[in-house]
């Protein structure tokens, strides 16, 4: 009915009062919530009902589909069902999710090169979290790079090269994944320059610098110097650039500080 006064449409909203997930075991719920656009109700029971979105559920089912993926399942199916009250204006959801088979890593091979010390190199074969006959995950495989760059760049070789391949066989399920770890040169610190410091003293910025000039370098301690600077509750704000030496192999830094007001 349209309302000749006001110039609107008389539609009553629909409220979801309940959602339940079925057939979920790989993913959390936690995480199903945090990638679909429809909301769960509160469990606080005077708590306003989330408006229900038809169009939206059904987008929902795709991004399950697709959140699955990301944990090694390709072939997940997800529907959902609906519930009304009486009056139309409450529904309750039904997520039902066929979670398929996963992927399964059959090989993994990390071609590590140049002349590692065995703590790096066991370091970075202990925190792959790719795992021989275990699902494949594509998050993981992403994140391997990652933590490999982050740990050569603790220990002195902050450009460090990574490739990295995937093949993955959908009807056989299974996936073969391979990384080429080219760590580049080994490099240390050298200078540190204060800029921005009016009142503080340069001195009373450089004693909370967590290495030495000769030291080899780690993004870490770079991190741990920022934060313990800013710790010292003088500064609204403390920024740490990186200065490449390529030829000499050295880091110099440039730390530019920003006093707080009184």
């Given at each position: ?20 997930v079925?057939g ?5 719920i ?15 029971p005077?708590?306003?009902?989330p408006?229900?979105?038809?169009e ?5 089912m795709?991004?399950?589909?697709r959140?699955?993926?990301?944990h090694?399942y390709?072939d ?12 139309k204006?409450?529904?309750?959801i ?12 059959k ?11 065995k703590d ?10 790719l ?5 494949f ?16 760049a ?6 460090s090269d ?6 993955v ?40 610098v ?11 301690k ?16 403390v ?13 110099n ?10």
């Amino acid at each position: 009915l349209v309302n000749s006064v006001l110039g609107e449409t008389d539609q009553t909203t629909v409220r979801i009062s309940k959602v339940k997930v079925k057939g979920t075991r790989a993913v959390s719920i936690k995480e199903i919530k945090g990638r679909i656009a429809t909301e769960f109700p509160s469990l606080n029971p005077f708590a306003k009902k989330p408006e229900f979105d038809e169009e939206a559920l059904k987008e929902d089912m795709i991004r399950i589909q697709r959140l699955y993926a990301d944990h090694g399942y390709y072939d997940t199916e997800a529907d959902y069902k609906l519930k009304y009250n009486r009056e139309k204006n409450m529904v309750e959801i039904t997520i039902e999710i066929k979670e398929g088979k996963p992927i399964i890593l059959k090989d993994l091979n990390i071609d590590i090169q140049g002349e590692l010390s065995k703590d790096i190199r066991k370091k970075i074969l202990d925190s792959v979290p790719l795992k021989v006959n275990k699902t494949f995950s594509p998050i993981d495989y992403q994140a391997t790079k990652g933590i490999i760059s982050s740990i050569l760049a603790d220990n002195g070789y902050p450009k460090s090269d990574i490739e990295g391949q995937a093949l993955v066989n959908r009807v056989e399920k299974w996936a073969k994944v391979s990384f080429k770890v080219n760590p580049g040169v080994l490099y240390r610190f050298g200078s540190v320059n204060v800029e921005g410091n009016e009142k503080v003293a340069t001195n009373i910025i450089k004693r909370e610098v967590t290495f030495k000039k000769g030291d080899i370098y780690s993004t870490r301690k770079i991190n741990d110097t920022q934060a313990r600077i800013f710790q010292l509750d003088l500064f609204g704000s403390v920024l740490i650039n990186t200065n490449f030496d390529e030829e000499q192999k050295i880091a110099n830094l440039n730390i530019k500080v920003k006093e707080r007001k009184p």
